[in-house]
């Protein structure tokens, strides 16, 4: 038995959103009497922190702390259309409708705040900590609480903006091949090390080395983790998760839900190092990109190469099992032999 | 139907439980304490980990009337106030979650692995937690956050 080692990289160009028939977001929002910011959307958080990402967003514009804003991610019957929550789009899209949305609520909140303290509403700015301040003179001031009680009770107005970002289709030149299909596109490079034991075929991912540029990481954090987390899973597929070799035909063996798939628990971690680096998007919500999708395809090619690196064996067909690499194993064996 | 006695996070709780009524249905349907989560409901994903007398079981499977007169400790009752526990503490300063679905259950396994072993290695976080699955992290943050609550808990007990 021997342990073989090798090394691998992948590559992935990943684009933002996607063409169809365009690709637009919307967004609403409006202020509270108490001076919150409800931000209405259609768009769903899966948990990968798509709420927390545009309520930054909103905040950042408002001029507002992140506590006075509220995501409202309710009812695709009720609320502001969004295409969904896929292609990697959320940060991008909706986070530009969020901006424009802001944008214009922001407006009417200094139109508001100018009246109360009788000055021009050009000469105002926010603080960031809930006050409108005139420039130059911060002591004359006033809470974002005033302003909406003024803005409801007062002066009649709803501090409100409405938001879209819309991706027109786009189509082809046909004399050049050129479109621009998805506005955006971002990059990542994974390493992979693995061990190959080359009398059971078990591949052990050792290690994994992520370089992503992702445009701006609103939230590095969470970028961090949706490259980790998303490394995990390209490591499930590539060498754990299948419903072969019974699928579908027979229900008698193997996985018959998602429960009973092979996955990687702690144990089977690799060590893990990330880069981001960040090259803003002239289109992206303060220069973001989409990262999402991508996080789980370059590990597997990545892991692949390693393999081949390890071994010589050649795989193009996930999950890369004990089976198919002593297969590989063998056929080379064989073939050396007969030549 | 019978009448089930618990404990639960140090306050007793009647209820009335029929056969199938489970430990989690109990928590969740009858007490309110939705901290627990419902993921797989056969036992395969962690996500309704509580500690039953002390030991971290999964409570989808536990039929509640199983277990009359149990001591059970649930996520909800690990907060002092406002003062987080060690290791909910650490969860949130590691960034140890994402969509948070299965961190009740991870926090549940992690507290009852540095109740009896103060000075884990990463070998035995990695099998307390091996019945609690994530889908998000990739488990590294919550290894790590764990790793850090036992020392957190070890500083704690010298003072």
Known sequence: MTLLRGRGYASVNYPTGMNLGGDPSQALIHATTMGGFVVSLSSVDLGQGLKTVVAQCAAET???????????????????????????????????????????????????????????????????????????????????????????????????????????????????GEMDPDSCQAHACTVAEVEVDDETGVVTVLSLHNTYEIGRALNPGMVAQQIEGGAWMGVSHAIFESTEPYYPASRDH?????????????????????????????????????????????????????????????????????????????????????? | ?????????????????????????????????????????????????????????????????????????????LADGEKLSDVQQAFLDGFATQCGFCTPGMIMSAEALLDRNPNPTRDEVNEAISGNVCRCTGYEPIVSAILDAAERRREGAKL
């Open chain 1, 254 to 339: 193997g996985p018959v839900d998602f429960s009973e798939y092979l996955m990687p628990g702690p144990a089977e971690i690799p060590v893990q190092t990330s880069v981001i680096l960040e090259r803003p998007a002239s289109n992206g919500p303060f220069g973001a990109k989409g990262i999402g999708e991508m996080t789980a395809n370059a590990p597997i090619p990545a892991i692949a190469n390693a393999i081949f690196d390890a071994c010589g064996v050649r795989l193009t067909t996930m999950p890369f099992t004990p089976e198919s690499v002593l297969r590989g194993i063998d056929a080379r064996r064989d073939d050396a032999l007969s030549a």
């Open chain 1, 62 to 176: 408002l001029g507002m702390p992140m506590e006075n804003v509220i995501i409202d991610t309710a009812d695709t019957d009720t609320g502001p259309h969004c295409m969904g929550t896929f292609a990697s789009r959320g940060t991008h899209r909706v986070g530009n409708a969020v901006i424009m949305a802001a944008r214009e609520a922001r407006e009417v909140m200094l139109d508001v705040a100018a009246e109360e303290l009788e000055v021009d509403a050009g000469d105002l700015e926010t603080d960031g900590t809930g006050y409108v301040r005139l420039k130059g003179s911060p002591e004359t001031k006033i809470h974002i609480s005033e302003v909406a009680l003024a803005a409801h009770f007062k002066q009649g107005k709803s501090i409100s903006g409405r938001g879209i970002y819309l991706k027109e289709r786009n189509y082809p030149v046909p004399e050049t």
């Open chain 2, 1 to 77: 139907m019978r009448i089930v006695n618990l404990k639960v996070n140090g306050v007793g709780q009647a209820f009335l439980a029929r056969p199938e009524t489970t430990l989690l249905l109990a928590l969740r349907e009858q007490l309110g304490l939705t901290g627990a989560k419902r993921g797989c409901a056969q036992g395969a994903c962690g996500s309704c980990t509580v500690l039953l007398d002390g030991e971290p079981v999964v409570s989808c499977l536990v039929p509640a009337a199983t277990v009359d007169g149990a001591d059970i400790a649930t996520v909800e009752g």
